[in-house]
């Protein structure tokens, strides 16, 4: 059974488009995670969730919204896609008053 | 503002040989502690953590890591490589239980030679 599965694993997609991520984990889990994972490998905390609250919003463009319709589900949407958001996407989780994450697969988007 | 510094950006070992990957941390307090490994094409594996009590810890793998707090490291070891062990690997701290918050180093990537 996987944990933290995302959908989907490639996106390919033109500039300008818009297009979603979709998360979920079946650990039970409060929290999930967005990461962004540049072509360097760094990877950068974008967005938190707890308990379907956002809880860490880093300087993220507004084109990006996370939506998390319950706690086992992170969904991240964005809006009129650039160059630059090519990227790795990594959805994560983690338990309640513990600090270490599970990670998905990963979503791998190349934007043209 | 916590930080983590991986100062080697890739390592190449003989398989058989033994590793050692670096971590140095910066954070206020007792930081909490991990190690990450990324196999290509892959998510993050959790190798091992260290939250308090025994500053030598043991992962999978056949993998474990020292905290020592007097040089704000967390150096990760592993006695004898396996070539199914390259993959980039990622250090990273949190600032506690509940925090939300992990801040990770930019990896290192470990090639084997066989």
């Known amino acids: 059974d996987t944990a933290v599965s995302q959908t989907p694993k490639y996106l390919v997609t033109q500039m300008g488009n818009d297009k979603s991520i979709k998360c979920e984990q079946n650990?039970?889990?409060?929290?999930m995670y967005w990461y962004k994972q540049d072509s360097k490998k760094f990877l950068k905390i974008m967005f938190s969730?707890?308990?379907?609250?956002?809880?860490i919003n880093e300087t993220v463009p507004n084109r990006f919204s996370p939506k998390s319709p319950d706690k086992a589900h992170l969904n991240l949407h964005i809006n009129s896609l650039e160059l630059g958001d090519s990227a790795v996407y990594f959805c994560?989780?983690?338990?309640?008053?513990?600090?270490?994450?599970?990670f998905g697969p990963g979503t791998r988007l190349t934007v043209t | 503002a916590q930080s983590v510094t991986q100062p080697d950006i890739h390592i190449t070992v003989s398989e058989g040989a033994s590793l050692e990957l670096r971590c140095n941390y910066s954070?206020?307090?007792?930081?909490?502690l991990f190690w990450y490994v990324q196999s290509p094409g892959q998510g993050l594996q959790l190798l091992l953590k260290?939250?308090?009590?025994?500053?030598l810890v043991q992962g999978i793998k056949g993998f474990e890591a020292e905290f020592k707090r007097s040089q704000s490291s967390f150096n990760l070891r592993k006695p004898s490589v396996h070539w199914s062990d390259a993959a980039e690997y990622f250090c990273?701290?949190?600032?506690?239980?509940?925090?939300?918050?992990?801040?990770f180093g930019k990896g290192t990537k470990l090639s084997v030679i066989p």
């Open positions: 994560a989780s983690s338990q309640p008053l513990a600090a270490e994450q599970y």
């Open positions: 650990l039970g889990h409060d929290t």
């Open positions: 969730y707890n308990n379907k609250e956002l809880i």
């Open positions: 954070y206020g307090a007792t930081p909490y």
């Open positions: 260290y939250f308090s009590g025994d500053t």
């Open positions: 990273a701290v949190g600032s506690g239980a509940g925090s939300y918050q992990l801040t």
